[in-house]
């Protein structure tokens, strides 16, 4: 078979500890066989980014900015702990987050479903894909613990000095009370990065707060997705025949759990955080959970939403077996080979990432699967296999397929 051409780069992001090993693995057996890969490597191993003071990072997030499509490996986000064990310069920050930042964007969650590994929720047939919008609110608040009889009150100072002001409490004795705010910028760049994505997926997209009660602040948020929408989005949804769906996050919460699933639920940074891990501990695994980071204006950066699996890499090392899924790794280069496909018109592209997704799904379903799968799923007669021979047998499925 002759090798699929590429006409525009993938900006690939490599990572540490044992999803590096399995991203030489997946490329090597799944990827180089059957594509002429055209990726523009950046190395965000720890080490590189501390040999280039971290601007290897801020260099991967200019390349996405000029090709509109990336790759992602996990990688640590160092704590003490890795200042000592790499030697480091600086306690570096987070990639995810200085990329997230550069691009604006919004990172959706999806979990990958398959046969034999079923949801706690039995009505969901399908994934819900969670965003949760990464800035403000409750995560950039300041905090006051009132030690007692006194006035509370919130102020606003605007550039020419005038005030504004409303009395939050008055207490009578001790209590606590706390300041958060949002900007119109930051929810006005959630809301467009949402929508992009719910016609990317060509999904409904849901959105709730708690309006009600909030009258301003969670308003804000409403009236803006609400004005967005309208103006920007509404024509393409109705052409796609999708939604976008508000209501109050309570009535959210409800209907999500009686829904089939096969939408995206955006939800503002709290929700998100607490809804986020209830739903992929419902469909399963960490290790079956893709992630995408989509900026306002349509760039994607395509990653699995686990870590860099500290545990498994250290066993690797001693020379020891592993049985580490690589399934939500693989589905971050067929995501991002599928978009660069779409993007460029490359149908062949587009048709591998169909093929691999598949040749995945079906040796999982055949009952071939790494350890942590095996201790969940309802087939029987299951085989575990190791990192390497499970990344062998999609190989045997997807040249079957091909
Ligand atoms: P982790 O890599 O997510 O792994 C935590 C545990 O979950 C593993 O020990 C393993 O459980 C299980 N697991 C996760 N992914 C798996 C997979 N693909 N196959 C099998 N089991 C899997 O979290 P961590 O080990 O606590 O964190 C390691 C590093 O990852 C940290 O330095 C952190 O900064 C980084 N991190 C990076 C990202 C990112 O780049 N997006 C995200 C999160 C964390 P068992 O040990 O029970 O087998
Ligand atoms: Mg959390």
């Known amino acids: 078979m002759e090798k699929i051409k590429m006409t525009t780069p993938i900006v690939e992001m490599d990572g540490d500890e044992m999803t590096r090993i399995l991203w030489k693995m997946i490329k090597d057996e799944l990827l180089l066989p059957y594509i002429d890969l055209n990726t523009e490597y950046y190395d965000l191993g720890l080490e590189h980014r501390n040999e280039t003071d971290d601007q290897v990072t801020v260099d991967s997030a200019n390349a996405t900015k000029k090709y509109g499509v990336a790759v992602k490996c996990a990688t640590i986000t160092p704590n003490q702990a890795r200042m000592s064990e790499y030697n480091l310069k600086q306690m570096w920050k987070s990639p995810n987050g200085t990329i997230r930042a550069m691009l604006d964007g919004t990172v959706f969650r999806t979990p990958i479903i398959v046969k034999g590994i079923e949801p706690c929720v039995r009505n969901w047939e399908k994934p819900i894909t969670l965003a949760r919008h990464a ?151 960490l290790a079956m959970m893709t992630s995408v980071l989509v900026s306002p204006d349509g760039l994607y950066e395509y990653e699995a939403a686990h870590g860099t699996v500290q545990r498994h890499y250290y066993k690797h090392l001693k020379g020891e077996e592993t049985s580490t899924n690589s399934v939500a790794t693989i589905f971050a280069w067929t995501g991002a080979l599928r978009k660069r496909g779409e993007l460029d018109g490359n149908s062949d592209l587009i048709r591998f990432a169909d093929a691999l997704e598949k040749a995945t799904l079906s040796t999982i379903e055949s009952g071939k699967m790494t350890k942590d799968l095996a201790l969940i799923t309802s087939l029987k007669d299951v085989t575990v296999l190791n990192s390497q021979d499970f990344i062998k047998a999609i190989r045997e499925k997807l040249d079957e397929i091909l």
């Not at 550039?159 to 001790?174: M, P, S, Y």
């Not at 929810?187 to 409904?204: N, P, V």
Request: net charge negative; glycine share 8%; hydrophobic share 35%.
């Open 135 to 285: 800035y403000g609110d409750v995560y950039k608040n300041v905090e006051i613990v009132v030690p007692g009889e006194g006035t509370a009150k919130l102020v606003f100072t605007d550039k020419n000095g005038n005030t504004t002001e409303e009395v939050i409490h008055e207490f009578k004795g001790a209590g606590v009370i706390q300041g958060m705010h949002n900007t119109n910028k930051s929810i006005e760049s959630f809301a467009r990065a949402c929508f992009t994505y719910a016609i990317a997926l060509k999904q409904d997209i849901w959105f709730a707060t708690k309006d009600t009660i909030s009258k301003k602040y969670d308003h804000t948020f409403k009236d803006i997705f609400n004005e967005i929408f309208e103006k920007e989005y509404k024509e393409k949804f109705d052409e796609l025949g999708i939604e976008y769906f508000y209501t109050l996050i309570d009535d959210a919460v409800a209907r999500v759990m009686k829904s089939k699933g096969g939408f995206i639920w955006a939800c503002k940074n709290y929700d998100g955080d607490v809804m986020s891990d209830m739903v992929s501990s419902a469909f399963g695994s």
